[in-house]
């Protein structure tokens, strides 16, 4: 039997509902479905599905609503005001919703639902495909909470965690490849998301407010989905500092499995990662830097961001499918980490923490 996969950080409803997919159905017909379609780069290269989750034993999932407030922007994710993106994030909830009334999905709110779907991943006598993939809603930039309020209505459907930013400037804090503090309204948001004990998700933030987040912020937070900067430097990713910060927080990092965050050579949408051989190990040497950081393999885990704007033609070329996930075993031994080890990096390191963070 496979290990349970616990995944922290699949854009599923985007995928969904930006890109057209019915991730109910196996990958090999979704790609078919987008063979003639030239629309994004990513066309007919999916790697997620929830099939594949179950064939992978990925039971459980940290799932994103998504969409920025960008003005005259026409990039995916990214609307002319709050209310378009408010709207859109809507409308992945009730793909979410359509999902769960067919059985497909399940939302984990607390401890009692996550200990119960853990009993039902944990029973061989029913197959997979019987079970459904639990997930746990975060929303990845606060851009489309039209104003603080909004959190509440947010929290009551279930989202449970946030990321206050993603690429470029936003609403309540600039994000990835930008600088500086967080703004006044994104300081209310953390208070507001601190009296709901909600997970604060530093990754996207700037380093600044990174800083600041962690000094502000007392409630559970994580690193959904971030490599290491000492070997991929760009700003996107941790700093040892900042990496030593998260592990006395017993925070937990995800690694994720783009190839621009794995690999210093690869450029975005440009280069191919079968010609730089990038593959699934590389995410192992990522890993390793935190353990050594950390002195245990305790803070680290999977926050794969597969299909986020990409495909297989920007993910690791021994992966084809989420499934292939499972690979991380074979990998994960040969470089010597233990049994327990890798108990913990598939599924243990997120359970630690979603118990501790949740047991109050
Ligand atoms: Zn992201």
């Known amino acids: 039997m496979n290990r349970l996969i616990v995944d922290a950080h699949l854009d599923l409803a985007m995928n969904a509902i930006e890109w057209n997919r019915d991730l109910s159905l196996p990958l090999a017909e979704i790609r078919q479905r987008e063979s003639n379609m030239a629309d994004r780069p990513d066309r007919g290269k999916g790697t997620v599905c929830l099939p594949a989750l179950r064939e992978g034993n990925v039971g459980l999932v940290v799932a994103t609503q998504l969409a920025r407030y960008r003005p005259s922007s026409y990039a995916p994710t990214a609307w002319n005001s709050p209310q378009q993106a408010w709207a859109m994030t809507q409308a992945q909830l009730a793909w979410y919703r359509e999902m769960e009334a067919l059985g497909e999905m399940v939302q984990i709110t607390d401890l009692a639902g996550l200990e119960h779907h853990l009993t039902l991943w944990a029973d061989e006598q029913i197959a997979n495909s019987k079970k459904p993939i639990g997930y746990i809603l975060s929303l990845e930039g606060a851009d489309s909470l039209v104003n603080i309020d909004y959190l509440y209505r947010a929290h009551d459907e279930g989202l449970r965690a946030l990321g206050l930013s993603h690429f470029g400037p936003g609403r309540y804090a600039d994000g990835t490849k930008t600088s500086g503090q967080i703004h006044l309204e994104g300081l209310a948001l953390l208070k507001v998301m601190g009296e709901l004990n909600m997970i604060l998700d530093v990754t996207h933030l700037t380093d600044d407010g990174f800083e600041q987040a962690l000094d502000v912020y007392e409630g559970p937070i994580w690193a959904s989905h971030h490599n290491v900067r000492a070997i991929v430097p760009n700003q996107r990713q941790l700093t040892d500092g900042q990496i030593k910060k998260l592990v006395s927080r017993d925070a ?109």
């Open 252 to 360: 937990v990092i995800g690694g994720m499995l783009d190839c621009w965050a794995m690999d210093i050579r690869f450029i975005d949408t440009v280069s191919d990662p079968w010609q730089l051989d990038i593959r699934l190990e590389h995410l192992v040497d990522h890993w390793d830097h935190i353990c050594q950081l950390a002195g245990n393999a305790h803070h680290i885990g999977i926050g794969s961001d597969l299909d986020g704007i990409f495909g297989t033609e920007q993910s690791p070329w021994d992966m084809d499918s989420i499934a292939d996930l499972q690979k991380f075993e074979a990998i994960l031994q040969r470089r010597g980490y233990s049994e327990q080890d890798m108990d913990n990096i598939f599924h243990g390191n997120w359970l630690r923490f979603l118990r501790g963070a949740w047991a109050k």
